[in-house]
T-cell receptor
Framework: AQTVTQSQPEMSVQEAETVTLSCTYD???????LFWYKQPPSRQMILVIR??????QNATENRFSVNFQKAAKSFSLKISDSQLGDAAMYFC?????????????FGKGTKLSVKP | GAVVSQHPSRVICKSGTSVKIECRSL??????MFWYRQFPKQSLMLMAT?????????EQGVEKDKFLINHASLTLSTLTVTSAHPEDSSFYIC?????????????FGAGSRLTVL
């Protein structure tokens, strides 16, 4: 069974600085998707960024980028120029490629605080 | 983009009553919907996978008779918590997956906070 591990329960960053959230996963599959979701106090899950395992290039979405190391099964999220609105719980998630179901497997989350 | 509407956002009920939570895909057809439960300060735990027109697939440890899931159309799935008890109090979140392009992305509802007195 696949597992997702986030080893940092809480992280803090100064506004305008850069922070990296860690995520590792375990799978025997070669094709899969990885995601970072943000859950602000409103509890609405918001997709931040996604990565297809077959792509070697790291995904980037504006201030958010990932460092995907497939061999190491590592998928960290870098937030540049942190803003107050980035404060939230961040969940790393895994999903198998294809298949009829495709549910997400989540890590336990990292609570990010942004200091003004 | 795809939008999933979840209703109600908050519900308080007495112990022993049943509560229904609706999950609707507003601008796309959702062949598969997922129901998650989230305890305070914890991650999302998958409860069941609901496929339109067929029985839901429940995760191990989830009581199918207590958490009834119906996915009668391509835009609506419902979760009914039957004979609710205080331990069922939690945050329930649905998500939907399309069959077409972008199927690798799930769209989430805003969640429903259930409090059982």
């Amino acid at each position: 069974a696949q597992t997702v591990t986030q080893s940092q329960p809480e992280m803090s960053v100064q506004e305008a600085e850069t922070v990296t959230l860690s995520c590792t996963y375990d799978t025997s599959e070669s094709d899969y998707y990885l995601f970072w979701y943000k859950q602000p106090p409103s509890r609405q899950m918001i997709l931040v960024i996604r990565q297809e395992a077959y792509k070697q290039q790291n995904a980037t979405e504006n201030r958010f980028s990932v460092n995907f190391q497939k061999a190491a099964k590592s998928f960290s999220l870098k937030i540049s120029d942190s803003q107050l609105g980035d404060a939230a719980m961040y969940f790393c998630a895994y999903r198998n490629y294809g298949g009829s179901q495709g549910n997400l497997i989540f890590g336990k989350g990292t609570k990010l605080s942004v200091k003004p | 983009g795809a939008v999933v509407s979840q209703h109600p956002s908050r519900v308080i009920c007495k112990s022993g009553t049943s509560v229904k939570i609706e999950c609707r895909s507003l601008d796309f057809q959702a062949t598969t919907m997922f129901w998650y439960r989230q305890f305070p300060k914890q991650s999302l735990m998958l409860m069941a996978t609901s496929n339109e027109g067929s029985k839901a697939t429940y995760e191990q440890g989830v009581e199918k008779d207590k958490f009834l899931i119906n996915h009668a159309s391509l835009t609506l799935s419902t979760l009914t918590v039957t004979s609710a008890h205080p331990e069922d109090s939690s945050f329930y979140i649905c998500s939907a997956r399309t069959a077409g392009s972008g199927a690798n992305v799930l769209t989430f509802g805003a969640g429903s906070r259930l409090t059982v007195l």
